[in-house]
């Protein structure tokens, strides 16, 4: 399905999976080479771990990775000048987490300065802050998106579905596409049963990213967000243009087995790549 090609970024070294790295890298190359590829993105790693992919895959001559790094905007620079000297990595992507008071004029001034190449794709982490409004504004045009967190190990990190509701429609607004990134565990809405936390399903920022492209307010969005019928839900994604990914981009997740299980559950994906997990 066209709708869901590339959007499951691999984040598996990052919480709650923590994966150790060389098993990570292990695990992603396997995945690049199954019936389920064409749904995988670049493996996301932090700046600071460079050095230790560089041993793993020093290690193992036949692997090279595409690589979505992470990195606070003080250390841009000197990252992505690590990341090119790694051997059998391509640096396909930056995830840019702003420091305490930034600005919106301040990010992208230094985002300009540092004069990023063209084949880069670059998020800026949006602030759950006052300075969410114009920071949107300031992407709104430029080569740069955004990045919505959207859950973590605690449930304050968590934004309800109005806050993100509001989120979803400024990107789409604005017409600044978004990736998400943390908390989106399962396909749909969903209590947690270990934790209580109220997690966000991907399918539902999907179909609420749709809605908002079409012109949905923020109740309508919202609305989606809080869906939980799974049945339901993978209707609409049928229902999709595949324009909604211009706007929604792809998520993290610290697993690929599992969201891939459950859109097969779903009937959006053939069983073969269900069995191609085992």
């Known amino acids: 399905m066209r709708t869901l090609a590339g959007l499951l970024d691999d984040a598996a070294v990052f919480p709650p999976g923590n994966a150790p790295l060389d098993q990570a890298v292990d695990a992603h190359v396997r995945h690049l080479r199954s019936a389920h590829?064409?749904?995988?993105?670049?493996?996301?790693?932090?700046?600071?771990?460079?050095g230790a992919l560089e041993v793993v895959l020093g290690d193992r001559p036949g692997h090279s990775v595409d690589l979505t790094l992470t990195v606070p905007l003080p250390g841009l620079?000197?990252?992505?000048?690590?990341?090119?000297a790694v051997r059998s990595v391509r640096l396909v992507g930056l995830e840019v987490a702003l420091p305490d008071g930034a600005t919106a004029a301040e990010a992208l001034a230094a985002l300009d300065a540092a004069d990023l190449d063209a084949d880069l794709t670059s998020y800026v982490e949006v602030p759950r802050d006052g300075r969410r409004a114009d920071l949107f504004a300031a992407l709104a045009g430029t080569r740069y998106r955004a990045k919505l967190r959207t859950g973590g190990v605690r449930a304050d990190l968590y934004p309800d579905e109005t806050e993100l509701a509001a989120?979803?429609?400024s990107a789409v607004s604005l017409g600044v596409p978004f990736k998400a990134t943390a908390g989106l565990h399962h396909a749909v809405r969903n209590t947690d049963p270990a934790t209580g936390f109220e997690?966000?399903?991907?399918?539902?920022v999907l179909v609420a990213t749709?809605?908002?492209?079409?012109?949905g307010d923020d109740t309508e969005v919202a609305k989606l967000l809080a869906e939980r019928d799974g049945g339901r839900l993978a209707e609409q994604v049928r229902a999709l243009e595949p324009s909604v990914r211009d706007a929604f981009c792809s998520f993290g997740t610290c697993s690929i087995d599992e969201p891939i299980t459950e859109l097969v559950d779903l009937g959006l994906l053939d069983p073969r790549y269900k069995k191609d997990l085992a």
């Open 167 to 169: 989120a979803v429609r």
């Open 210 to 215: 749709g809605c908002a492209q079409d012109g």
């Open 199 to 204: 997690q966000h399903g991907f399918l539902n």
């Open 37 to 50: 590829a064409g749904l995988v993105g670049p493996l996301v790693l932090a700046a600071k771990d460079l």
């Open 77 to 84: 620079v000197p990252a992505i000048a690590a990341a090119r």
